[in-house]
């Protein structure tokens, strides 16, 4: 199962980018898909880590309260960067990340970059240095809002 959603998965990256729809390159697309499948497949690497198709429906949860949050944190950034005083306040904090899993873990250092005005500098097993605008932005994450959700988009709630 997981080998033919690769297959499928690189098949529409594939069109996305190729943007031809003739019958040639659409075989060469599927071939190149199933080759690169293949390959996958023979190095090992075709395991929950490497495809995480268990994921798929908490990430279609999960990416649209991300991009809200990106949305509502680059609205913050834009009024401290046209305030002529600058209200910042950099500060770097050590999070504690909920997640067990590395994809987990990397979810949330990589959410975390993803909003503006935050950055996860350094990760330590389950320890995100977190560097941070302003420090509300940093308090922001040590309520646990982004912590709770990536870990119900990794399949524990709670």
């Known amino acids: 199962m997981r080998q033919i ?3 499928i998965v690189l098949f529409l990256f594939w069109l996305a980018l190729s ?4 019958p040639l390159l659409l075989s ?6 199933a080759l690169a499948a293949f390959a996958a497949l023979r190095m090992r690497i075709l395991d929950p ?3 995480p198709i268990e994921w798929i429906a908490g990430f279609f949860l999960y990416l649209p309260w991300l991009v809200l949050e990106i949305g509502k944190s680059a609205w913050v950034v834009t009024k401290i960067i046209l305030n ?3 209200p910042i306040s950099p500060t770097l904090r050590v999070v504690k990340a909920g997640q067990r899993s590395a994809i987990g873990i990397a979810t949330f ?3 975390i970059t993803l909003t503006p005005g935050t ?3 350094a990760v330590n097993g389950n320890e995100l240095t977190v560097h941070a605008l302003v420090r509300e932005g940093a308090a922001g994450l040590e309520g646990g809002e982004m912590d709770r959700r990536v870990r119900a988009f990794e399949g524990r709630a709670g």
């Open 5 to 7: 959603s690769l297959l």
């Open 19 to 22: 943007g031809h729809y003739t």
């Open 28 to 33: 060469i697309g599927a071939i190149s898909a």
């Open 49 to 51: 880590e490497g495809h």
């Open 84 to 86: 002529p005083r600058l």
């Open 109 to 111: 250092a990589n959410s």
């Open 119 to 121: 950055i996860t500098v």
